[in-house]
């Protein structure tokens, strides 16, 4: 209850002062978290390892309510020890990475996300989940692939709650996106694979932007800006095939409840392209400047 009254008491704030993150002063603590979701709640340091574990104990106690009320889960991992293995593992690299790139790039802002976030979702966006959907077609692995994935979206989600202020936009994105992880994991296991395979592609052009805002200037504006028209097209069409591919799998799913997720899914591709052709305009290749 404590986490559902930061969360709303947050939205509340954002919905009345949009700047919130240009008063935003940050701790120069790297070992815990800010919880930004409400900074008025807790009046002590926030361990970030407490935020993983926190998770964890959330994700056993999802899956056996989940079994308790007799719905299916595409897996059964978190009775296995091999699947938590992975998990810790990827927190502990994960809880690395933050805190290399919270002292490496640190809290500038672009386009209202700080720069050391756009850097630390390349791991997850670029690297681990497409590394988990690869793994899913070995023999045998199919099962931590999936449940990994499950994993690593989810605690993406949630993480960007404590650890920096959000925009209202993107505290509705995360909202319906995780009602749609948890919709898509519990409603329609038999289909979680193509499900998998479209969030892997949408979230690989997530990447794409932030390695563009960060690196554009320096890896030179040509190529950067013609990486992230190539991978951000790429990476919506393919999430919108996966997904219809998903809509026909997930048959036993009422046509009122598979229609909508694609319906979203594709005018958020639509809006990501249109966004990016208006970057793109806004900043054109352009060699960059020189002293």
Not at 56 to 70: D, K, T
Not at 141 to 170: C, G, R, T, V
Not at 206 to 228: D, E, K, T
Request: hydrophobic letters at 50%; charged letters at 10%.
């Amino acid at each position: 209850s404590g986490w559902c009254l930061c969360f709303i008491r947050y939205c509340t704030r954002m919905m009345a002062d949009a700047s919130l993150t240009e008063k935003y002063t940050p701790s120069t603590n790297n070992a815990v978290l800010p919880l930004t979701c409400c900074p008025t709640c807790l009046r002590f340091p926030f361990p970030a390892a407490l935020f993983y574990l926190l998770y964890l104990g959330g994700s056993v106690g999802l899956h056996a309510l989940v079994e308790a009320l007799g719905a299916s889960w595409p897996t059964s991992m978190f009775n296995e020890i091999p699947s938590a293995g992975v998990v810790v593992i990827y927190f502990g690299v994960f809880e690395m990475v933050r805190r290399w790139t919270l002292v490496k790039f640190g809290w500038e802002e672009l386009m209202g996300v700080p720069k050391w976030r756009h850097v630390l979702g390349l791991l997850p966006q670029m690297v681990v989940m497409p590394l988990a959907w690869g793994i899913s077609w070995v023999p045998g692995a199919k099962e931590i692939a999936y449940q990994s994935f499950f994993n690593i979206q989810a605690s993406l989600l949630i993480f960007d709650f404590a650890a920096h202020p959000l925009e209202p936009s993107m505290v509705g994105h995360h909202v319906i996106t995780l009602a749609g992880h948890l919709f898509a994991t519990i409603a329609a296991p038999d289909a979680f694979g193509w499900y998998f395979a479209s969030v892997t592609a949408l979230e690989f052009g997530s990447g794409i932007v932030g390695y563009w805002q960060v690196w554009r200037m320096a890896h030179g504006p040509c190529i950067a800006n013609s990486l992230y028209l190539v991978v951000m097209t790429t990476s919506n069409t393919l999430g919108v095939v996966d997904l219809y591919f998903w809509f026909k799998e997930a048959a036993s799913l009422p046509l009122g409840a598979r229609l909508p997720p694609v319906v979203l899914t594709s005018l958020l591709a639509l809006a990501r392209q249109v966004g990016m052709h208006v970057f793109l305009q806004w900043w054109p290749c352009k060699a960059a400047p020189t002293n």
